[in-house]
T-cell receptor, first 115, second 110 residues
Framework: DTGVSQNPRHKITKRGQNVTFRCDPI?????LYWYRQTLGQGPEFLTY????????KSRLLSDRFSAERPKGSFSTLEIQRTEQGDSAMYLC?????????????FGPGTRLTVT | DAKTTQPPSMDCAEGRAANLPCNHS???????VYWYRQIHSQGPQYIIH???NNETNEMASLIITEDRKSSTLILPHATLRDTAVYYC???????????FGTGTRLTIIP
């Protein structure tokens, strides 16, 4: 499968714990995006990378959230001191910059439940 | 991003054409209209995009009105696998992020 992959697919954690999610984009895609989706709502943009550089962060990305893409390939999203309001689906997407359209390819997501 | 308005839900009979409308009356001249869909428990999937001309690909057709204030996504022969939430998105020109809204929940009826 050469699509975007995300791990883990599901994560249950207790309030106050730290969690880390991983996204592997499509090979050679230089742009990588993180979105968050809560029940009944469309995905909301969190941040995106051009290779290893983080170019934009949403106001939704509080100080407890940090994202990295250290070698311009896979990316990680870490949430520190999780809160129940962090429960959501976390989606990763990638695209090739040379493609003119905003044709983002999405992974299956990581569903986080904070108890 | 230009504000978009879509009906919250629609039904369509299997095998018929599904026509999904979207209003985007504040769209600027250089902003594209994008359509994505999200099948239950999956990530969103790109369908099609256009500027002012009608567009067609293997998945769908996109009809944009001459004044560009509205558009219609057409699935020519809907199947049960087309049941999904469909999002009409008009990103700000040069903006990388997609603003999804709540979309239209399309149900294909056997």
């Amino acid at each position: 499968d050469t699509g975007v992959s995300q791990n883990p697919r599901h994560k249950i954690t207790k309030r106050g714990q730290n969690v880390t999610f991983r996204c592997d984009p499509i090979s050679e895609h230089n742009r990588l995006y993180w979105y968050r989706q809560t029940l009944g709502q469309g995905p909301e943009f969190l941040t995106y990378f051009q290779n290893e550089a983080q170019l934009e962060k949403s106001r939704l990305l509080s100080d407890r959230f940090s994202a990295e893409r250290p070698k311009g390939s896979f990316s990680t999203l870490e949430i520190q001191r999780t809160e129940q309001g962090d429960s959501a689906m976390y989606l990763c997407a990638s695209r090739l910059l040379s493609g003119g359209a905003l044709e983002q390819y999405f992974g299956p997501g990581t569903r986080l439940t904070v108890t | 991003d230009a504000k978009t308005t879509q009906p919250p839900s629609m039904d369509c009979a299997e095998g018929r054409a599904a026509n999904l409308p979207c209003n985007h009356s504040t769209i600027s001249g250089n902003e594209y209209v994008y359509w994505y869909r999200q099948i239950h428990s999956q990530g969103p999937q790109y369908i099609i995009h256009g500027l002012k001309n009608n567009e067609t690909n293997e998945m769908a057709s996109l009809i944009i009105t001459e004044d560009r204030k509205s558009s219609t996504l057409i699935l020519p022969h809907a199947t049960l696998r087309d049941t999904a939430v469909y999002y009409c998105i008009v990103p700000l020109f040069g903006n990388e992020k997609l603003t999804f809204g709540t979309g239209t929940r399309l149900t294909i009826i056997p």
